[in-house]
Nanobody
Framework: QVQLVESGGGLAQAGGSLRLSCATS????????MGWYRQAPGKQREWVAT???????IYGGSVEGRFTISRDNAKNTVYLQMDSLKPDDTAVYYC??????????????WGQGTQVTVSS
């Protein structure tokens, strides 16, 4: 079993900052890419950012320059630092981990989601 536990969501004013965390635990041979997605009410889930286990980072166009993804491999934890927040950033944020299982399978797992609300 693999579990992802998110924390750090909440309410912020426009222009403010929040930091999300997501810890992955369980039966993991190797933790590969880790990333963040978000889903606003009435909209499809949107990719936000990804970081590979080699340290490469890529961002969606709507957040590049404002959000920073990082990870602590010793803690199997990925972070999302969100600065210069806008009301349009309001959404439920989900982390995703791509892992290699002890038997060599590649699987994706999702966190439970954490609400981020940005007021104008």
């Amino acid at each position: 079993q693999v579990q992802l536990v998110e924390s750090g969501g909440g309410l912020a004013q426009a222009g403010g900052s929040l930091r999300l965390s997501c810890a992955t635990s369980g039966s993991i041979f190797r933790l590969n890419a880790m990333g963040w997605y978000r889903q606003a009410p009435g909209k499809q889930r949107e990719w936000v950012a990804t970081m590979t286990n080699g340290g490469t980072t890529i961002y969606g166009g709507s957040v590049e320059g404002r959000f920073t993804i990082s990870r602590d491999n010793a803690k199997n934890t990925v972070y999302l630092q969100m600065d210069s927040l806008k009301p349009d950033d309001t959404a439920v944020y989900y982390c995703k981990s791509t892992i290699t299982t002890p038997v060599g399978e590649i699987r994706n797992y999702w966190g439970q989601g954490t609400q981020v609300t940005v007021s104008s």
